[in-house]
């Protein structure tokens, strides 16, 4: 009958690993080894983020002239697509531009890892 590790025969095992003990200090080991390095910023994707955020932002402000009226137009059942679209553009723009904020100043929870890089 085998137990849970797999050994029987008393705790004989048929593998020929050797094991060594693990040193009482630290030698070999320095602060600098664990420390983090500063982060990559990642500027193509902030900038892709104000882009998409400024065009979003004006796609929103047109379709909302559109649907209130103040732009004149013969069909006004293409104002709500503008506006839906603006929206749909203006999202992901303001999310990364909120945690690339949160990350240059330092808030805890926020980094520039949290940013999709597109250099990779």
Same mark, same amino acid.
């Given at each position: 009958?085998?137990?849970? #590790?797999?050994?029987?025969?008393?705790?004989? &095992?048929?593998?020929?690993?050797?094991? &060594? +003990?693990?040193?009482? &200090?630290?030698?070999?080991?320095?602060?600098?080894?664990?420390?983090?390095?500063?982060?990559?910023?990642?500027?193509? !994707?902030?900038? @892709?983020?104000?882009? @998409?955020?400024?065009?979003?932002?004006?796609?929103?402000?047109?379709? #909302? @002239? @559109?649907? !209130?009226?103040?732009?004149?137009? /013969?069909? +006004?059942?293409? /104002?709500?697509?503008? =506006?839906?679209?603006?929206? =749909?553009?203006?999202?992901?723009?303001?999310?990364? =531009?909120?945690?690339?904020?949160? !990350?240059?100043?330092?808030? +805890?929870?926020? &980094?520039?890892?949290?940013?999709?890089?597109?250099?990779?």
């Amino acid at each position: 009958m085998s137990n849970r #590790s797999g050994m029987s025969n008393g705790g004989n &095992s048929n593998n020929k690993v050797k094991y &060594s +003990r693990v040193a009482d &200090s630290d030698e070999g080991y320095i602060d600098l080894q664990f420390k983090r390095s500063p982060p990559k910023v990642p500027y193509k !994707a902030i900038a @892709l983020a104000v882009f @998409l955020f400024l065009i979003g932002s004006l796609l929103i402000i047109i379709g #909302s @002239l @559109l649907l !209130a009226g103040y732009i004149e137009v /013969t069909h +006004r059942d293409r /104002t709500i697509p503008v =506006l839906i679209i603006g929206i =749909l553009i203006f999202l992901p723009g303001f999310y990364h =531009l909120r945690i690339a904020y949160y !990350a240059s100043k330092g808030y +805890r929870g926020y &980094s520039y890892d949290d940013i999709p890089d597109f250099d990779d």
